[in-house]
């Protein structure tokens, strides 16, 4: 059951604008731990779309949710799961920090999900090196 759906409309020149709503989300509602893994899947999903971009959070049951959207066909057909081109790479990172992925709209749409009870210190410690390989350009696939 999803509830509090939050929403911002911003061009793709003005990621500032996502990355404040970002962080005024995680602040009220308590996601200091997450905010890294939240801003940088949402920050790298926003840069693959141009133009009119839209971003919306819901709470649900268990975490949060996140929707890009754009008016291109951006996520569609991509296979997040093997290297090559910088869009799948982009995914791949995206899916790496987030519990979850869907595209949705005909690729319009990434639905990026994030379970907030309690991350193991497993996955965390995962993602962190996940973003360290990223930013050296060592990813290697799972």
């Known amino acids: 059951m999803r509830t509090e759906i939050e929403k911002i409309n911003i061009l793709s020149t003005e990621v500032f604008k996502a990355e404040e709503f970002i ?16 801003s940088m899947a949402l920050s790298t999903a926003i840069s693959m779309l141009n133009g009119k971009i839209s971003v919306s959070f819901e709470k649900c049951v268990g975490g949060v949710v996140f929707s890009v959207s754009g008016k291109d066909e951006v996520f569609k057909d991509m ?3 093997h290297l090559g081109e910088d869009t799948t790479n982009a995914l791949f990172l995206v899916d790496s920090l987030s519990d979850g992925i869907a595209i ?27 973003l360290r ?6 990813v290697l696939v799972k």
Do not use: W
């Not at 990026?112 to 410690?125: C, D, K, R, Y």
């Not at 390989?133 to 060592?138: A, G, I, L, N, W």
């Open 23 to 38: 962080e005024d989300i995680c602040s009220r509602n308590h996601l200091y731990n997450y905010f890294g893994s939240i």
């Open 79 to 81: 296979d997040f799961e």
């Open 104 to 130: 949705m709209d005909n690729g319009r749409t990434i639905e990026i999900s994030f379970l907030v009870n309690g991350i193991a210190p497993e996955l965390a410690m995962q993602r962190s090196e996940y």
């Open 133 to 138: 390989q990223y930013s050296s350009k060592e």
